[in-house]
């Protein structure tokens, strides 16, 4: 274990597992605890008792299972539940009263489970086999559970065991490449950055096309929490149980306004009564800069400029500026995970530390999780209390990415870095992109609170009353800092900005469940309440003189502070949400199924005249395979299902229903009107009412087919889906122009986007005789996005960066073209000068705005995932390669920094700026086809090898249970033709809350990542 | 069970109306107004009316409009690095601008705002009890005139709003010129004289008056092949004029760069202008936009410098060669003014930073100033700063001396960082940290020197009276007299008084309204060829047709594009 601390550089988490590690070795050593352990306390003081031992197999490699549960199921009204676990040797021992008929259930996840009554046996050896197919899976969905093969809606539920490892810093990536019609793309490679995921493509213009996240049955609120990090970042995947996607209408309808982009439904781990088990993980994840641009070395920088005709500015240096940005990151991982129970009491403890490096120096996000939640049984099991509390402490540290990545790939490398005395080199022309690292500082550390509480009551067989009431609440703070210099000269500046983030839930609902005979029914009633509060403040101060006082730890120090300099800022928004909701699920014999949504949802986003909209759905399954005429045949599973329904979506702005008319001295409302320095509050129009604003609506529809052969080795399903926005919300001008502001919100009449595509999903799974489990999976996404009958000649995004750039924007949105389109002028080569040349596409002689065609979309049309995974002994792999092809990237970096009058100028490139010999150095590159690539790719994302120990093997077998060793590698390589960092790019380049897609700007480089862990179980 | 129920339920229906809302939206961050005293309802109705003018007088609004459309100013993509912006100034060069230009589109922006927040006031004042009220509503109705008339020459469009829930009149040519006419005749009795140029007084209408009749012909027929402008509009200028001039209110200016200075708001000459303001609403952008961004004006701040912005044509700049036959235009005291001796007396190298002003007026060959080495200015052994020959170190090119070449145009040679003579008209503000913020000039829209001009050119026009244009053209020149003012002229024609203005308001943002009603618009000078008279006037933004799609016919773009 030695080995894993030398990287440890602050000492918490080490001293915390150090100490940890003794106590529990301590423990584990003092004789007989193991077998204490293993028993069952519930059993040892009853009077009458018969012990009931014996072992548990899987039926087809006849491998010991450890960990199985084993429950007394009694008949009689007040009977308690009592249960054991299998030891390491699959073996149990367990107590029963005697004298009365007694039944034991043998349950492992994964397996079948089987009943075996005791009568006077006294040992019972128990083979267990693997369930078929995914059948019996337990599926959530909102507001209760199902199982996969009661589902008529589009939901995949993705158990840990098939998660992505390595380094996670956020759910998205857990399921990236697991679910068909999910795309998952990292904004960046930085730690913790931004993970855009859209469930069957975006269906709005705007911002906000984010699917819904309920957490443990809390809808999350997916605005910032503050920083420039994902805002999920605060789950440690290693508490989540489990994720279940929500495609459809018919599964997305009960989260009514907020269903329109999908929901994601995140389960915790709970404990299990009976089972307890202590898990420690310590993992050490060593990250590598996967792809360096390949601006010229020194030598050929020497050669390149002078080809080019450039004067060449010969420091004799050698310095690979972007080595110098960068380096070999060390992450580690712990994680301490306790459950248990007994007969009434369950609980799930844990703790996990994540201290992530990022490549880029100055870089890193460091989370601290502390979880637990316990489920208590009341009133003769009649009342069950859930309570979950999630605290997370997050801290995470940037460097001045585009400042250092622009430098490093634009610097002259024939400068050193350092000069003689090992400080960092400085030049009279130019910056050492160093420096800025040095000087720089932007830190922000957010805590995260979720608590819930959620009573249940069985009030009688058939109906049970629920309550849900939780709390999230995050408060973050942030500091950047400039510190004070001599040379290069710079004055010392602190801004600080501080976020809250609440939300508040309660909800009330009763579910009914009712057995007849051939005819099943669940149906459910409820009311939800939800209050958001967000709130930001921010300040700076500047001049602080040069000292070694940090700002942030000094903010006093500052000798300038003035309006015109340091006005403060802050907001406040607070929004309710109001709903009622129902939902009606009916099976007949079992094979005919029928699912009705509704949700009638409230907000205060929305008008006057619009407060409340109905969502409802439909959906029916036809489960083939239960008929008789298919009895025999090779499906062990065939079912048809097909739903419709509506769902909205209200992310839009806060208080866009309401007029403002504000009253402020600013440079933009007062003027001065005499010759005093008293200068007047401007009372001015900000923004128009429009009482009239609602939701966007999506309409949806989905036809599918599950099915299963050869007893379910072979499964899968197949989607069709159209989902078509409207209503869509846009900020647009009025008619007339003269109003007291340029523009207002508006749901834009007939307008749509229509998402359509298919969705595939296969599985094959083998397991031999010999014990060799085998499965290959995948998915492929065929989807297709097109806008109609905006009434805008182009709605743009994406704001080119660069000199030259300004002004110029890359996406723009137009009728019969998808989302994420490039509306870009058609570079068409060079004249004779070497100028560049550009199609006049309107034929007036000029190239201008005018001549802009759709040069494709930054969205895939295709995305494709192959899942594999392979165990045999104690080995287990697990391989994911994901991919996309059909979409562009615009390379903005390489339009802003690499074409040959860059390199004449002295600027350093890469060899795309001299690959046309014609091009003249006086060049200039706007913004046009020329820089737009092909995104597609093809990536092995994932691969896990792990080896279980036999605890028995090292004679270690004394409590402990299970010795996982594991390696993983992330990242590990990228089929693509894209030549910048990574094709899986989207540096957000919104232009007044519409989205821009597909665009990559200096934007933090991917990491190439191997981690090595190790796992105990007890 | 029935009573576990029945108290379950009533719990619960106590839980669901303590979450029972009515889902009205509370606003806890903006303060709708209430409780102001009617001093502060008044004043705060009458400052949003002025509020946005610096904004529509920067560099890449009304300026690009008005002047890089022009034989005075030329912005080229400098060093294939700067200013490319898409292309737009090259296009503004070239007559060739399209619907989807962001500067034409944000001067739209900010006049449609002026427009309407004019608007606002007119309907909100007259409620409000207070004595300047009734001055107010007459300053709101004479800006909402003024905003049209910019609108008018730019776009060819006026809109005539009372109601603000009505939708505008749109109002075209004559028409146009006819209601701005009528609006700022009927304010003009309400207005005071005793305000200062910041505001709209009795002067400053006069002086758009003038201005208005003055291009009523342009208005009257905006793609004619001459402007016939009528005797009486050409009456009414003179008439104006003679208000302002014999008011006695207002005095040339003795020396031509205090009209640009910090401190200009005194200055006599002023008659209507945007009153910056450092610590509220002042920029710097007029000052810094033409410097190379390797001119640091200021030694209080480092961060403070020029952005190599547009230059004057090589035409523009031949006309007062040709105007000063044999010798340096330096001779014409509008021209330059010398402030750094070191320019004339290489061994004044060292400069008490309290006596550090850049040069003025057209920038010409090897400049110098302050040494910016590794992000510090360099100082000399006593304390004061080192002054040297600039290089183009903040381009990459610390070899290339920042030296302003006459020629200038689209070529490699000729857009590289340091070609063009640069324009430094407007003072650098002493306060400005980062040399685009915090100015302090008040940017002149109407002074005396103009008046006299117009008065000239109406006499000119309406019977030939070059005697009289003479006269006022030479009382200007002669002006000038804190240091040699220039030769008074001896004849007088349109061409002559074109060029005269030129000299005198070069870079005032008149040039473009100038060319179209001397006819000269669709005249060729460097890099421009285009002679199509449709683009008298610029389109109406895309986004404005977009957004009026809705009402077919309502908001027709204009011809030719």
């Not at chain 1, 500026?321 to 009434?344: C, H, M, P, V």
């Not at chain 1, 959620?454 to 009688?460: C, G, L």
């Not at chain 1, 969502?615 to 009895?631: I, K, T, V």
């Not at chain 2, 890449?60 to 993509?77: C, G, H, N, R, W």
Request: net charge neutral; aromatic share 10%.
């Amino acid at each position: 274990m030695n080995h894993h601390y030398r990287f440890v550089k602050p000492p918490l988490p080490a001293t915390v597992l150090r100490a940890l590690l003794c106590i529990l070795l301590a423990v584990t050593c003092l004789p007989g605890y193991g077998e204490n352990q293993a028993q069952p306390r519930l059993a040892q003081s009853q009077t009458a008792e018969q012990t009931v031992t014996g072992r548990v197999t899987d039926a087809t490699t006849n491998e010991a299972l450890a960990g199985c549960t084993v429950l007394v199921k009694s008949t009689g009204p007040t009977s308690r539940q009592k249960g054991a676990t299998t030891d390491a040797n699959g073996d149990y021992r367990i107590a029963i009263a005697d004298g009365k008929p007694v039944t034991l259930v043998f349950g492992f996840i994964g397996f079948v489970s089987k009943e075996v009554a005791v009568g006077n046996q006294t040992v019972i050896n128990v083979a267990l086999s693997p369930s078929a197919a995914e059948l019996t899976q337990v599926v959530v969905v909102g507001y209760g559970s199902t199982t996969q093969r009661e589902t008529t809606g589009s939901i995949k539920s993705i158990k840990s065991a098939d998660f992505n490892r390595g380094i996670i810093n956020s759910p998205e990536q857990l399921l990236q490449g697991k679910v068909a019609g999910v795309n998952v793309t990292s904004a960046s490679g930085e730690p913790g950055s931004t993970q855009s995921i859209t469930i069957r493509g975006p269906g709005g213009v705007r911002t906000g096309s984010t699917p819904l996240f309920v957490l443990d049955g809390i809808p999350l609120d997916n605005s910032s929490t503050g920083g420039a990090t994902n805002p999920l970042n605060f789950l440690n995947p290693q508490d989540i149980e489990a994720i279940d996607v929500l495609k459809d209408a018919s599964a997305t309808a009960i989260y009514g306004a907020r269903g329109a982009n999908g929901v994601v439904l995140i389960t915790t781990k709970k404990g299990k009564a009976g089972a307890s088990s202590i898990n420690l993980s310590a993992n050490i994840g060593i990250s590598n800069l996967a792809r360096q641009l390949p601006v010229f070395s020194a030598d050929e920088y020497r050669r390149q400029v002078v080809a080019v005709g450039g004067v060449l500015d010969d420091q004799k240096g050698n310095t690979d500026w972007q080595k110098e940005i960068s380096r070999q990151a060390i992450t580690q991982n712990y994680n301490l995970a306790f459950s248990g129970g007994a007969d009434k009491l369950t609980y799930y403890a844990s703790f996990g530390v994540q201290r992530q490096q990022g490549i880029l120096k100055n870089s890193s996000l460091d989370r601290y999780t502390g979880r637990i939640n316990a489920s208590q049984k009341f009133l003769d099991d009649r009342l069950i209390l859930d309570v979950n509390l999630t605290a997370t402490y997050t801290a995470n540290e940037r460097p001045p990415i585009e400042s250092i990545v622009g430098g490093a790939i634009s610097s002259n490398p024939t400068y050193p870095a350092y000069d003689a005395r090992g400080a960092l080199a400085l030049y009279p022309n130019g910056n050492n992109p160093l420096v800025p690292l040095a000087l720089y500082k932007d830190v922000t550390s957010i805590n995260r609170v979720v608590a819930t509480i959620s009573p249940s009551y069985k009030i009688t067989k058939d109906l049970v009353y629920k309550l849900n009431m939780g709390v999230d609440n995050s408060g973050s703070t942030r500091d950047v800092q400039s510190l004070a210099n001599a040379v290069p000269q710079q004055d010392g500046r602190l801004e600080s900005a501080y976020l809250t983030n609440r939300n508040l839930l309660i909800e009330n609902y009763f579910t009914y469940t009712r057995a007849r005979g051939q005819h099943n029914l669940t149906a459910l009633l409820g009311h939800s309440y939800q209050n958001f509060f967000i709130q930001g403040r921010n300040w700076s101060i500047n001049k602080f003189p040069i000292s070694p006082i940090e700002p942030i730890y000094n903010p006093g120090l500052g000798q300038d502070l003035t309006l015109a300099n340091n006005r403060p800022g802050g907001y406040a928004i607070q929004n309710e949400l109001q709903s009622f909701f129902g939902r009606v699920n009916y099976q007949y014999k079992d094979r005919y199924l029928l699912t009705a949504t509704v949700r009638a949802d409230g907000s205060s986003k929305f008008g006057a005249n619009n407060k409340y909209g109905v969502f409802p759905s439909l959906s029916a399954g036809w489960r083939l395979s239960e008929e008789p005429f298919m009895q025999g045949s090779l499906f062990s599973d065939l079912k048809l299902r097909a739903g419709y329904g509506l769902t909205g979506n209200q992310e839009i702005p806060a208080k866009i229903t309401q007029a403002l008319f504000t009253s402020q001295v600013g440079p933009s409302t007062s003027y001065p009107l005499d010759g005093s320095t008293n200068y007047p509050a401007g009372t001015t129009y900000t923004r128009l009412a429009n009482p009239d604003i609602q939701w966007e609506v999506s309409s949806q529809t989905d036809a599918g087919l599950d099915f299963a052969l050869f007893n379910g080795a072979l499964s899968g399903s197949v989607d069709y889906f159209r989902k078509v926005s409207s209503k869509i919300l846009l900020e647009v001008i009025p008619a007339d122009p003269v109003q007291p502001a340029s523009t207002y919100w508006t749901n834009v009449p007939n307008m749509s986007i229509t998402n359509q595509g298919v969705e595939v999903d296969l599985n094959y799974r083998y397991t031999s005789q010999r014990g060799l489990k085998f499965s290959i999976g995948g998915n492929i996404t065929f989807i297709n996005n097109v806008v109609r009958n905006s009434p805008y000649s182009v709605i743009t995004s994406g704001s080119a960066t660069g000199s030259g750039l300004t002004s110029a924007t890359i996406n723009g949105y137009v009728n019969g073209q998808p989302i994420g389109t490039f509306f870009l002028k058609e570079f068409t080569g060079f004249d004779d000068k070497g100028i560049s040349t550009y199609r006049d596409t309107d034929g007036d002689g000029i190239v201008t705005d005018k001549d802009r065609i759709s040069a494709g979309s930054a969205l895939p049309t295709k995305q494709f995932n192959i899942n594999g995974t392979m165990a045999f002994k104690g080995f287990d792999l697990a391989v994911n390669f994901n991919g996309v092809s059909g979409n562009k990237l615009y390379d903005n970096t390489a339009n802003a920094n690499f074409y040959k009058l860059r390199l004449s100028k002295g600027i350093n490139v890469t060899p795309e700026a001299i690959q046309f010999p014609s091009e003249s150095i006086n060049n200039s590159a706007p913004v046009s086809t020329r820089f737009l690539k092909d995104g597609g790719f093809f990536r092995l994302n994932n691969l896990a090898l792990g080896y279980s120990l036999n605890p028995k093997l090292i004679g270690i077998s004394k409590g402990i249970t299970g010795i996982r060793l594991s390696a993983t590698g992330q990242n590990l390589f990228v089929i693509t033709n894209y030549n910048g960092y990574d094709p899986e790019v989207n540096t957000d380049r919104t232009i007044n809350g519409i989205s821009s897609y597909g665009i990559d700007y200096l934007s933090y480089p991917k990491a190439r990542t191997f981690m090595f862990g190790l796992n105990l179980t007890f | 069970m029935k009573k576990t129920l029945s108290i379950l339920l009533s719990i619960l229906g106590l839980l669901i109306a303590d979450g029972c809302t009515n889902l009205t939206e509370k606003v806890l961050d903006e303060a709708s107004v209430a409780g102001l005293t009617d001093k502060q309802a008044a004043d705060g109705n009458i400052a949003p009316v002025y509020a946005r003018l610096p904004d529509i007088f920067t560099h890449t609004t009304y300026f690009a409009l008005q002047e890089i459309s022009t034989d005075e100013a030329i912005l080229p993509y400098r060093g294939g690095t700067d200013w490319g912006d898409n292309g737009i100034y090259i296009a503004l060069h070239q007559h060739t601008s399209t619907s989807t230009d962001p500067n034409i589109r944000n001067t739209w922006l900010l006049l449609l705002q002026g427009i309407s927040r004019s608007i606002t006031a007119i309907n909100t004042l007259p409620g409000i009890n207070d004595p300047n009220a009734k001055t107010y509503v007459a300053e709101a109705r004479g800006m909402r005139a003024y905003y049209n008339m910019v609108m008018l020459d730019l776009f060819g469009i006026a809109f005539v709003k009372d109601d603000p829930q009505a939708t505008s009149d749109i109002l075209r040519g004559e028409a146009a010129a006819n209601y701005i006419k009528a609006e700022l005749l009927a304010v003009e009795p309400d207005l005071l004289t005793t305000v200062g140029p910041g505001r709209l007084t009795k002067g400053a209408a006069w002086g758009l008056l003038a201005r208005l009749y003055l291009n009523y012909a342009v208005y009257r027929d905006r793609y004619a092949d001459t402007f016939s402008p009528k005797p009486e509009d050409m009456d009414k200028v003179v008439e104006y004029c003679d208000k302002i001039i014999n008011a006695g209110q207002y005095q040339l200016s003795k020396d031509y760069f205090p009209i640009f200075g910090s401190d200009n708001h005194t200055n006599p000459e002023l008659i209507f202008a945007v009153d910056q303001r450092a610590e509220l609403n002042g920029h710097n952008r007029l000052a810094y936009f033409s410097l190379s961004g390797d001119q640091f004006p200021i030694p209080a701040y480092v961060g403070a410098n020029g952005t190599d912005g547009p230059a004057i044509t090589p035409d523009f700049y031949q006309s007062w060669v040709a105007a000063n036959p044999g010798k340096d235009p330096t001779i014409d005291p509008r021209f330059y003014k010398q402030n750094l001796s070191i320019y004339t007396t290489p061994g004044d190298s060292c400069v008490a930073e309290s006596a550090f002003n850049i040069n003025r007026g057209i920038l010409r060959g090897q400049q110098y100033g302050l040494l910016r080495v590794n992000g510090a200015f360099v100082k000399c052994p006593n304390g004061s700063y080192k002054v040297g020959k600039l290089f183009n170190a903040t381009r990459n090119r610390p070899t290339q001396p920042v030296n302003f070449t006459e020629k200038i145009d689209y070529t490699v040679a000729g857009s590289d960082y340091s070609t063009g003579y640069r324009v430094e008209k407007y003072e650098f503000s002493k306060k400005s940290v980062s040399g685009r913020n915090l100015g302090e000039a008040d940017i002149v829209i109407v002074r005396l020197a103009d008046v006299y001009l117009m008065r000239a050119e109406a006499k000119l026009r309406k019977s030939n009276d070059a005697a009289a244009a003479l006269a006022d053209v030479n009382t200007v020149r002669a002006a000038r007299t804190a240091t040699t003012p220039p030769a008074a002229l001896t004849s007088m024609n349109l061409d002559l008084l074109l060029r005269e203005r030129g000299f005198e308001f070069y870079w005032e943002m008149l040039r473009r309204t100038d060319m179209i009603r001397f006819g000269k618009y669709e005249g060729t000078w460097t890099e421009k060829t285009n002679t199509d008279k449709q683009k008298r006037i610029f389109p109406i933004p895309q986004t404005a047709i977009d957004g009026a799609s809705n009402l077919p016919g309502y908001l027709v773009q204009n011809p030719g594009y």
